[in-house]
């Protein structure tokens, strides 16, 4: 079944939800994070998931689209929930933890969008940059069981 949305311009969307609130959560935890290989880790996320951002925006504006903003309330709870899960465990196995659960929660539902909107015609360059989103996501989330 087709959506009335063009599944390329869904995916772009999907894609740049998704690394800004991956990007808005990496760095609500870095206050919390004492180890400094650790830090460094996050930290180059960071800057990856900001570069993955920009040729997302790049590919939306080149189609006429433009990117939108996570809502207030989805990044104040997505913050909340971080805090709390923080609380909760605030060791560096713990963060570790959160952070590489988040990455595949992050790379399952892209890739899920991935998957139904390549089946409706999704442009190439885009379901590419997609697949090399989900595999850093997935390389980050194993690379953080190094701190476990």
Same mark, same amino acid.
């Given at each position: $079944? ?10 772009? &969307?999907? $894609?740049?939800?998704? !690394? *800004?609130?991956?990007?808005? /959560? ?10 400094? #290989?650790?830090?460094?880790s996050?930290?180059? =996320?960071? %800057?990856?998931? &900001?570069?993955?951002?920009? *040729?997302?925006?790049?590919? $939306?504006?080149? *189609?006429? =689209?433009?990117?939108? %903003?996570?809502?207030?309330? +989805? ?15 605030? +060791? ?5 933890g $959160?952070?590489? *659960?988040? /990455? ?20 190439q360059?885009?379901? +590419? ?7 850093? =996501? !997935? ?7 190094? #701190?476990?």
């Amino acid at each position: $079944m087709k959506t009335t949305e063009d599944p390329t311009g869904e995916l772009l &969307s999907s $894609m740049y939800k998704a !690394l *800004r609130v991956g990007c808005d /959560n990496l760095c609500s935890v870095t206050p919390k994070i004492s180890d400094r #290989f650790m830090l460094t880790s996050v930290t180059s =996320q960071i %800057e990856k998931y &900001s570069e993955f951002s920009k *040729r997302t925006t790049d590919l $939306m504006r080149a *189609r006429d =689209q433009y990117p939108k %903003e996570p809502s207030l309330l +989805s990044r104040l709870a997505q913050r909340g929930s971080v805090a709390v899960e923080t609380l909760a465990d605030s +060791s560096r196995s713990g963060i570790a933890g $959160m952070i590489s *659960r988040g /990455n595949v929660r992050g790379a399952t539902r892209l890739g899920q969008t991935l998957e139904k909107c390549r089946r409706e015609g999704c442009d190439q360059e885009v379901t +590419s940059l997609c697949r090399d989103v989900i595999g850093y =996501q !997935l390389r980050e989330a194993d690379k953080m069981k190094d #701190f476990m």
